[in-house]
């Protein structure tokens, strides 16, 4: 047991960067617990283009190291440590970090969604060298060009017809015959003229490693066996994320995908616990939503401490 420290902030991507800068102006001497994937989801990004500030673009793990020398300039303190269990039934706040425990009064929650991969060895060599789960963040980047996405849901759907603002040609590839999506959003991609469907299809190795950009993949039918290979410049996972929120089950409100629900922008139904950044927002999932709700949050901090004496 240590002392009771005025915030935590979990996680150390752009959400739990600006909650960090933004409480640590403030005074509140925030610990930042960086957890299993420090950085977030910009650490494993290439050039970044929308974020307000950088004309000519940034390299996203330059992006996090620069938010991070920001909040520690202000008397952030960083440690490379894994929340185990909490227990935010009474204050302080309880947090089991394996071989130790941290007591705070109020905790921001922006652990983040990790990004479901296929978990081929090919496909995480390739990793911003033209594998992607973001076709918001990476679409421009191949205009004009051949790509797939991996994918039978939504999401899928949602990403394949973003690309065909940029790609010439996307191929859909789904693992089964039928797909999950719903009606609308499969008519929709069904009906676009470069959109193409693959089913009962599935990606064995993603070809490039080599020289370290995409070149095709190789598949295999899941009924016949039959092995192709498909000549594309980009793969777009569109399987979904996995938000890191299954720690508090049972003491926050969790949607069906595990999302943190939250109200008023940050609050959570535990008063002085905030969640902020792809952890609770299953829409837009962008760095530049992260770090408003970053900033949300511990500004919801600093008036919560404010209103119990600190």
Known sequence: ??????????????????????????????????????????????????????????????????????????????????????????????????????????????????????????????IGHGVSSCATCDGFFFSGKEIAVVGGGDSAMEEALFLTRFASKVTLLHRREHFRASHIMLERAMAHPNIAFRTNTAVEE???????????????????????????SGLFLGIGHEPNARMFAGQIDLDDDGYIVTRDNVHTRVPGVYACGDVQDRRYRQAITAAGSGCMAALEVEKYLEEHGR
């Open 206 to 232: 993603v070809i490039g490693v080599e020289d370290k950009e995409v070149k095709g993949l190789k598949l295999r039918d899941t009924v016949t066996g039959e092995r192709s290979e498909l000549p594309i």
């Open 1 to 126: 047991m240590s002392e009771i420290r005025d915030t935590v902030i979990l996680g150390s991507g752009c959400a739990g960067l600006t909650a960090a800068i933004y409480a640590a102006r403030a005074n509140l001497k925030p610990l930042v617990l960086e957890g299993h994937e420090p950085g977030g989801q910009l650490s494993i990004t290439t050039l970044v283009e929308n974020f307000p500030g950088w004309p000519e673009g940034i390299q996203g793990p330059q992006l996090i190291e620069n938010m991070k020398q920001q909040a520690a300039r202000f008397g952030t303190e960083f440690r490379m440590a894994h929340l185990v269990s909490a227990d935010l039934s009474k204050h302080p706040f309880t947090l089991n970090l394996g071989k130790e425990t941290v007591l705070t009064r109020t905790l921001i929650i922006a652990s983040g969604a990790s990004a479901r991969w296929l978990g081929l060895p090919s496909e995480q060599a390739l």
